[in-house]
């Protein structure tokens, strides 16, 4: 890291566009499980694209490496600088256009899927992309690392959600591919490149994102079930144009949550082993609780749910909603957790789960599974709490030592079903050395030239998602 690189810098930026205070950088180096924990010389918080683009600039000529940071929510350690300059975009967030009638919005980098969804309600208008994390993670965040959450079966990922992008390239350049066109045929779709490309070939700085007319009304149940396939068929029974979340949750999960957060409560009398979270987006109260009704009958005949409670009112709504959203927060009361985010293909969950509990408790014995997530995609929160009862319980550096052994295992049988190692959170660096083992050798060598087209100085959030880069 050049000195004269860092003066450089402090010397083209406003003030407010860098400190080396610690206070303020601190705890940007530290991730939200605390997994990762980083370094940097300078953090660059940018107020405009061209100052983001005066930065890159002078980070390219003195050979720094940058770090781009958003809302810090990712979970594969990708906004974490070992070394490099950290650039957040927290302070571009204006929202620059909304355009009910092109059902599109402009909106820089920095701002909150939170603002976003306000700001699209505001035109009665909605941008469906609905994470937990919303207070925080930011439109440039959400796109590079193409970005999922429970509305992905109606809407898509981020991918989907996108017009185009505004981005700093590694030279400095902006490349604008800002536009509400839904017909462009002129060449290559190059915004599409930075989506999932978590920071490696620009800088995200603004995007045009795509909206969508707010429902009337949605109608939402949580429904106890016995089994994984009990839920998979369920999902079957479901689908159609109204069904926009399905997400799955184990009773420890959900006794994880209303045992610690007093605010919720588990709202069955009994206990059951799964439960399915869903919201049908219809055009008015009456018309969702008719379809409910009906689609709940028929599946409790078919002996396919236990229980059910439908929302009544928007605290219910909420109250309902609330379980699944802290079912991340609620498994660090479990104690250690090993975390996997994969997809298998739908009609294979059930073989999934047969196969990976039993398969780690192969490798930890008494580990208790905590796999829930967005089955209506695939997609499996496969976590792995520590033992609660055994000479393991309280060791928690013994059990994350098994890190590595339990995710090739449930890799293994993810290959083997035709899945994904990365359903929506990306490589990042904690899945960069196994991508590099288990993707196709074709696709890694187009991913090298693709990164060393844009970035051959390899300064884009260099040791993310390729490994050996060789410029
Ligand atoms: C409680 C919780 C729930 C979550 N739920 C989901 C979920 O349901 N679905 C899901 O997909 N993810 C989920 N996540 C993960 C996380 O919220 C997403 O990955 C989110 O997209 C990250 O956004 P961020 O702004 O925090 O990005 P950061 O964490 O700051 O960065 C993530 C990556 O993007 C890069 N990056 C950030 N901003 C830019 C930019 N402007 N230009 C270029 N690169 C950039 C970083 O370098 C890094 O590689 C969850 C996380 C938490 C903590």
Redesign the pocket.
């Known amino acids: 890291m050049t000195a004269s690189g860092i003066d450089a810098l402090k010397a083209a930026l406003p003030a407010k566009a860098w400190t080396q205070d610690a206070d303020v950088i601190t705890p940007l180096l530290r991730e939200?499980r605390d997994k990762y924990f980083g370094q940097t010389p300078i953090l660059l918080t940018p107020g405009a694209t061209d100052e983001v683009a005066r930065a890159v600039a002078i980070c390219a000529e003195h050979g720094l490496p940058i770090?781009?940071?958003?809302?810090?929510?990712?979970?594969v350690g990708?906004?974490t600088p070992q070394g490099e300059v950290l650039l957040s975009?927290k302070r571009m967030t204006a929202i620059r256009e909304v355009n009910p009638v092109a059902n599109a919005m402009t909106v820089e980098?920095g701002a909150t899927l939170h603002t976003v969804h306000e700001a699209a309600r505001s035109e009665n208008r909605k941008f469906p992309l609905t994470?937990?994390?919303e207070g925080?993670?930011?439109v440039?965040?959400?796109?590079?690392?193409n970005?999922?959450?429970?509305h992905v079966l109606k809407y898509g990922t981020t991918k989907e959600l996108v017009f185009g992008v505004e981005?700093v390239l590694a030279d400095g350049s902006v490349f604008n591919g800002l536009s509400s066109l839904r017909k462009d045929n002129t060449g290559y779709d190059l915004s599409r490149l930075?989506l999932g490309?978590?920071?490696t070939l620009?800088?995200?700085?603004a995007a045009t994102l795509k909206l969508f007319p707010q429902p009337g009304h949605v109608a939402r149940a949580l429904i106890g079930v016995g089994s994984v396939a009990d839920a998979v068929a369920l999902l079957t029974r479901f689908r159609g144009p109204a069904l926009a979340m399905f997400e799955v949750m184990p009773r420890i999960g959900l006794k994880a949550v209303t045992d610690n957060f007093e605010a919720l409560r588990d709202p069955f009398t009994d206990a059951h082993p799964w439960y399915v979270l869903t919201d049908f987006e219809v055009d008015s109260a009456d018309q969702g609780a008719a379809l409910l009704t009906g689609l709940l009958q028929s599946a409790m005949e078919a002996d396919l749910i236990r229980d059910a409670v439908l929302a009544q009112n928007d605290t219910q709504f909420q109250a309902l909603g609330a379980i699944r959203e802290h079912m991340?927060?609620g498994q660090k009361f479990l104690g250690g957790s090993i975390k996997q985010d994969i997809t298998v293909p739908i009609d294979r969950i059930a073989e999934f789960f047969d196969r990976a509990d039993r398969r780690v408790q192969t490798i930890v014995p008494n580990c208790r599974p905590v796999g829930f997530g967005?089955f209506g995609d695939g997609n499996i929160h496969y976590n792995i709490a520590q033992p609660a009862s055994d000479d393991m319980a309280g060791d928690r550096p013994a059990f994350l030592a098994h890190w590595d052994a339990v995710s090739e295992a449930v890799f293994d049988i993810v290959d083997d079903l035709g899945g994904s190692i990365s359903a929506?959170?990306?490589i990042?660096i904690m899945k960069r050395d196994t991508l590099a083992r288990r993707a196709d050798p074709v696709k890694l060598a187009l991913m090298r030239r693709v990164k060393y087209a844009l970035d051959p100085a390899n300064i884009m959030?260099p040791r993310?998602m390729i490994q050996d880069f060789k410029g």
């Open positions: 939200w770090v781009p940071q958003g809302g810090n929510t990712g979970l990708g906004q975009l980098a994470l937990s994390s925080s993670c930011t440039g965040g959400v796109l590079s690392t970005a999922g959450g429970n981005a930075f490309a978590e920071g620009g800088i995200i700085t991340s927060a967005h929506e959170h990306g990042g959030n993310v």
